[in-house]
């Protein structure tokens, strides 16, 4: 995943400096050819100037490689990012005009080419510098953050922990750490506190919303990390192992770096990034058109439960996500107003097994609820949710925290995906379907996860709604 992201944020530097490049060139010839003197205006379109067009990428990539344009600028100065655009541009002019005097190139404008030069340092600095503060809020406002859980408190995990702190704007929020000692419990060390020991791992993860566990510990130290990997696969949760003994590993697994630290990392979960952003970005179109379509019916909606019913048109209730995050999720309104109080009632009536609570005659839903439940309109301010990053439009369906408090270890994996509005479930009988078959289609989901699994999803969950199947 490290190795991905970083791969992922160099493919977008190049792109974004690409993209000045050309845009530097075109306002190079709009000034010459606009605003300079009449004697040096005008430019003849020659085969020369297209060999030219040709050339500019290929020798900005080039140089740019020598120059590490296209690493990371999160910890460089203004004047070290302008420096080094300019060197880097000021051989890419110097290899332009090398090139037009070996091929005796004449038609091909000198102005234009410096112009262009001058211009595209301009252009590449304030786009690197625009990146750098678009990450710095990012990460300063809490988007992207993976939160850690460190096994280990020793000399291991205070180098993890320098490192992290070196690069903060990667977005790691440490959590804690694990002791092997329990009387080290509640204790701080290196500014973080020591939540348990490795046996109180799996109580920790469901207390805490946990991306990933960090395993900083020495070989002679490493006993039980077997086990840690254990807990952590089973929930859903990632696995790194900072360590200096990979070479015994390394035909098994694929080994990443943080800053020079090797890692050797294991995950059960879906982490190819790449597709992951499509997903993310399929989520704010659907969400999107979901939205703009839908938003006369969502008046009318508005106005029905007012007028048949007391209470407020939506119910917001608190569900868990990815990784066990909180969050409030929308529905419209479908029951009485003082129905979670009912519902101690009526739980001897549960007509599903597992946690989850529910029953086909339920008398809190109203009239009206009872059509919105049926044709899954109840869900649909839920994209406000996908729009937020809370939800997907596919993927596990969101529960609430109690219900998760009685999840078996192998049923808490399911909250290793970010939760959605439909998923396998929906297409498989909705609430026909017992509550230990639904968590394996939830899990058969995470493990066979694609791109193309969320269209096919997305796809027959429209006939379904459309047809009012299996919900109630």
Not at 99 to 108: R, T
Not at 142 to 147: A, C, I, L
Request: charged share 20%; glycine share 6%.
């Amino acid at each position: 995943m490290i190795r991905e992201r970083q791969a992922l944020i160099r493919r977008v530097y190049i792109f974004w400096d690409l993209a000045a490049n050309s845009l530097a060139l075109y306002f190079a010839y709009m000034i010459k050819t606009n605003f300079l003197p009449l004697n040096v205006r005008g430019l003849r379109v020659t085969d020369e100037i297209f060999m030219t067009l040709v050339l500019i990428p290929f020798l900005y990539y080039f140089w740019g490689q020598e120059m590490k344009m296209f690493d990371s600028v999160r910890f460089k100065s203004i004047w070290q990012i302008f420096a080094n655009s300019a060197k880097t541009m000021g051989l890419v002019i110097i290899s332009i005009l090398v090139f037009f005097f070996v091929m005796k190139f004449q038609s091909v404008s000198r102005i234009l080419i410096f112009l262009y030069g001058g211009i595209a340092t301009i252009m590449i600095t304030g786009n690197k510098i625009l990146l750098q503060n678009i990450i710095h809020f990012l990460r300063k406002n809490g988007y992207s953050k993976r939160n850690v859980l460190i096994v280990g408190s020793g000399k291991k995990a205070q180098e993890f922990l320098e490192t992290i702190h070196q690069q903060e704007v990667m977005g790691i929020r440490v959590v804690g750490l694990i002791d092997k000692d329990p009387s080290t419990i509640g204790q701080y060390r290196h500014g973080y506190e020591i939540l348990g020991t490795d046996q109180d791992l799996h109580e920790i993860l469901q207390v805490y919303p946990i991306d990933e566990v960090v395993c900083a510990v020495p070989f002679k130290k490493m006993d039980n990390i077997q086990k840690v990997i254990d807990v952590c696969e089973e929930v859903g949760v990632t696995v790194r192992l900072i360590s200096n003994f990979f070479r015994m590993l390394i035909a098994q697994t694929t080994v990443e770096h943080l800053n020079g630290l090797p890692m050797l990392t294991f995950s059960s979960t879906p982490n190819n990034l790449l597709p992951l952003l499509f997903k993310r970005g399929l989520d704010i179109i659907v969400a999107s058109i979901a939205l703009i379509i839908f938003s006369p019916f969502f008046i009318i909606i508005s106005l029905l439960i007012k007028l048949t019913s007391e209470g407020p048109v939506f119910f917001v209730q608190e569900r868990c996500g990815l990784n066990g995050r909180r969050f409030p999720m929308l529905k419209f309104r479908t029951m009485v107003q003082d129905a979670e109080v009912l519902k101690a009632n009526l739980a001897g009536m549960n007509e599903v097994s597992g946690p989850v609570f529910k029953m086909k005659n339920d008398p809190r839903v109203t009239w009206i609820g009872k059509w919105l439940r049926k044709s899954s309109l109840d869900e649909f301010p839920q994209f406000l949710n996908v729009l937020k990053g809370e939800m997907s439009v596919v993927g596990p369906r969101p529960p609430v925290p109690s219900e998760v408090k009685n999840y078996e270890s192998w049923q808490r994996r399911r909250l290793s995906m970010r939760p959605g509005i439909t998923c396998v479930w929906q297409i498989s009988g909705r609430s026909n379907i017992g509550f230990d078959e639904w968590m394996r289609l939830d899990l058969k989901y995470i493990d066979n996860w694609s791109f193309w699994l969320d269209l096919k999803i997305i796809a027959k969950t429209i006939p379904i709604v459309v047809l009012c199947k299996g919900a109630y």
